[in-house]
């Protein structure tokens, strides 16, 4: 390592400070002292002949997949799809330990096969707590649906009250459980949006009432538009009496502020941004954070997980807070709500991920979804016929592309981007049928300025 570079993570004592403070103690004044009785002859005086280093992990990873690559068809396919389950790049150090056999089971435990897995969950909760700017957070819940569901249910039970508003630009899959789960105690109102995609403020007004228990909105919501007046949703929630429902994707928090400092009372999300693979059929985990307020944590249906001095000075133990108000507890029949085994491997994994990015790595996360999505929108506004952010609000990593003036259905735009190796956003035109051919592209930190630009001049050739 050259003199003056700063210290480097794989190289252990880099830090200069260490370095002195070693030579300090062996009487030498540079490493070089270290080498003096090596003949002369044998050293190496100029510089390596090596590439440069790469900038991050998934660089280099990047780098070898092409290389191995080569020998297939030579075809790597790009993905643009989001819409609840996005492609964010995981560390491998995120597999190595929720791989490991004493973790690797979606069940949160149990004293007697604890094998750590207690203290796993207290830091997993933690870390998301501090995240998102709360105080207690469940283990995980299924997936974000489960947990939007459980986080009106809970507003209902604290409130007294039978009303949810919902807004109308939501994930219609993620309504439907959400009205589903609450169909026999709740009444359902939805609240419009504007044209730029945000909640319509008067609206609320008009629908936010007595019998109000709670306002539920998404920050980005789920067509990617980042809701800019939450106070002002919060405040009018409040004075009716409700509470502040606030779902959000944890990633956006490394540059976004988190729901409380917008008046936020419950909040939820998908922990899959967070160190989990896109899986078919799995990969998925909702939390919920509150404040640490007894009416708050007594309507947690789910398993929380606390810190607590043991019989020996010095040391500490985990285990569950107040078990006997869920379901596995003595209420079985009488329980907030009935949960079963649910995600705990994926708390676990959202944990090391968050442990291993700290506030810096996810404000750089946060910022290059931000730039890379940027890009796409301009590059993308440069072709023919396409209007990329369609809706015109602010963003993060997903926004509305509309195709209405290519004389194409997305289907066949679909058809033509996979048969040149890319999947295309999501098609939702079924789903919000007055924005037509529409569909919902999701740009992360994964995409390099290469793989926009082969969208783009993909899409270019097929819609000349």
Known sequence: MKRGFPNHPYIPNSVPEVEKEMLDFLGMKSLDDLHKNVPDALMF???????????????MRRYVEELLDRDGDGKKYLNFLGAGCW?????????????????????????????GRFQTQFEYQSLVAELVGMDVVNV?????????????????????????????ILDPQKRAIIENFGR???????????EDGQIDLEDLKKKVGKDTAGVYFENPNYLGVIETRGEEISRIAHEAGAESLVGVDPITLGVMAPPPEYGADIVCGELQPLGIHMNYGGGLAGFMATRDEEEYVNEYPSRLFGIAPTTHPGEYGFGDVAYDRTSFGNLRDGAKEYVGTQAALWGLTAGVYL?????????EVGQTCMQNARYAVQK????????????????????????????????????????????GGKDISGEFPRLGQSALYCVTEIHTQRDIDRLVNVLARVLA
């Open 355 to 363: 442990a291993t990015m700290g506030p810096a790595g996810m404000e």
């Open 87 to 115: 492609q964010h790049y995981v560390p491998a150090i995120c597999d190595e330990v929720n791989s490991r056999g004493e973790f690797l089971t979606a069940y949160g435990g149990e004293p007697y096969n604890e094998l």
């Open 380 to 423: 993308l506004n440069g072709i023919k016929g396409i209007k990329a952010n369609s809706l015109g609000g602010q963003y993060f990593k997903e926004f509305v592309v509309d195709f209405n003036a290519t004389g194409k259905t997305v289907a066949e735009i679909q058809k033509i981007l996979l048969s040149e190796g890319i999947f």
């Open 45 to 59: 005086k100029g510089e390596m002949n090596i590439p440069e280093a790469f900038g991050s992990e998934y660089e």
């Open 140 to 168: 995980p819940a299924i997936d974000w649906a489960q947990a939007s569901a459980t986080t009106c249910a809970m507003a209902q039970r604290k409130t007294g009250r039978k009303q949810i508003i919902l807004p109308e």
């Open 184 to 194: 026999a105690t709740t009444e359902f109102v939805t609240v419009a949006c504007t």
